[in-house]
């Protein structure tokens, strides 16, 4: 546990990223960890990123691919959990066309005008950036089909909440198709603690059991963690050993909200 409020927690990662959006500049490559971290990566995609300007790929911040895992298809209508400067909401754009429909929320506002900048840019109509905190999204009930978030879930400070909201927004029989930073293992006090660890996507992230429990008790069914690196390993229902030291590494999360049949 981290002694921060949650509000201290949500303060200390938009300083961090509001920094990161106002001093960006397309030409270059934005980290949100000062040293290449744990996280941050090349290549993180399968897709070909060359229908996208250095404006959009330059300041992609996140750990996996989750495009690839959500399997996206036309007419879907998509929400991008923790948005940044719109990398996955103009992929998936994309993928659902102009018959879809993707909303990005993220709380800090110069992500939202970076990403705003890019979706003029684009001249995208079937993608909107929504101001909000994903532990309470501006998102109407049982109106998503498909979640999709890249690297910000280790960044809240209410985890039982974030994937609370995520089942009451998606409609019955939809999909969560995450990357993100877990662990297995867990991190003590004092890592809770570092702000600045926390901001690099290190020491918010969870133990696999813990982030599992939270998504049972949120209703979700199917539920699946896989390691990036060794994805033929299922480690849902893995428990750490007592006292191990946390083990941090880039997951891929999926997960279904039952259809109104079961
Ligand atoms: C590591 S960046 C990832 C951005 C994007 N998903 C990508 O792949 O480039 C984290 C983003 O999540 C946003 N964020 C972090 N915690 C959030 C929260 N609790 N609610 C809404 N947005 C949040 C930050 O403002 C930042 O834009």
Redesign the pocket.
Known sequence: MSTQTPTQV?EA??TR??AI?TAFEPDTQAT?CDDGGA?CADDLYAADLTTLPDSVTG?????GDPITLAELQPGQRVL?????????CFLAAERVGEHGYVIG????EA?LERANANKARLGVNHVEFRH????ALPVDADSIDVII????IN???DKAA?FKEAYRVLTPGGKVAV?DMVTQGKFTEQQRNDMGSWAD?VSGAEDVADMVGWMRDAGFADISVRDKHAPDIELADSIALPGAPARLFSARITACKPGLSG
């Open positions: 949500h990662v938009k990223y509001a959006a949100c996280c300041l992609s911040l996140g750990c991008d959990l923790g948005s940044g400067g719109g990398i996955d929320v993220d709380m800090t992500m909000g905190h994903i532990e978030s890249n690297c910000v960044l809240s400070p974030v990357s996507c």
